[in-house]
T-cell receptor, first 122, second 111 residues
């Protein structure tokens, strides 16, 4: 497999502040990164899809001005939760889709998940 | 509507038992993922398959395209296998590879 890291792994912040979460593919280039949110005992829900160098595509019901996504390079995407509120408290997970390589290391559409970031807004 | 259904929802087994977790989906897919989520929350990709069968250690994943069904098997289960197992489908037409997730199967393996 391949390694995706997230930073921080957990964060506690006050209501009204902004929080940035980083997602990095450590040993491969990611053509696309996905941001998910998971509430307790629920499935992962896709928030947005981002391609390097272009604007993110947000799922219905996800406020793009609240959840800012920047995908500056093929190995880094950031999610910024602006003016966080207690209802934004959740587990945020990114995944990265690897660029298929001639070596056959990755299959098309193969995704690798980060360990997640637990956000608690007080 | 594109859906992914898993069964059972919860599963308790004794160490050493053979485990089967099932996943069914509603229409044609281009790939199906099996994921493992530990209590801390982190997710590990176990398999991605579009046909046939894959094996990694004690884990085996199979998919039957005609029946729109996939299974994850764990042989000689161990308490460290305790986790939530999630199947996720990539449907044809799914934009850019976003997945539809099942609700997960919570597995608890007792020593």
């Amino acid at each position: 497999g391949a390694v995706v890291s997230q930073h921080p792994s957990w964060v506690i912040c006050k209501s009204g502040t902004s929080v940035k979460i980083e997602c990095r593919s450590l040993d491969f280039q990611a053509t696309t990164m996905f941001w998910y949110r998971q509430f307790p005992k629920q499935s992962l829900m896709l928030m947005a899809t981002s391609n390097e160098g272009s604007k993110a595509t947000y799922e219905q019901g996800v406020e793009k001005d609240k959840f800012l996504i920047n995908h500056a390079s093929l190995t880094l995407s950031t999610l910024t939760v602006t003016s966080a509120h207690p209802e934004d408290s959740s587990f945020y997970i990114c995944s990265a889709r690897a660029r298929p390589m001639g070596s056959g290391r990755f299959s098309y559409n193969e995704q690798f998940f980060g360990p997640g970031t637990r956000l608690t807004v007080l | 509507k594109n859906e992914v259904e898993q069964s059972p929802q919860n599963l308790t087994a004794q160490e050493g038992e053979f485990i089967t977790i099932n996943c069914s989906y509603s229409v044609g897919i281009s790939a199906l993922h099996w994921l493992q989520q530990h209590p801390g929350g982190g997710i590990v990709s176990l398999f991605m398959l579009s046909s046939g069968k894959k094996k990694h250690g004690r884990l085996i994943a199979t998919i039957n395209i005609q029946e729109k069904h996939s299974s994850l098997h764990i042989t000689a289960s161990h308490p460290r296998d305790s986790a939530v197992y999630i199947c996720a489908a990539l449907y044809y037409g799914g934009s850019q590879g976003n997945l539809i997730f099942g609700k997960g199967t919570k597995l608890s393996v007792k020593p």
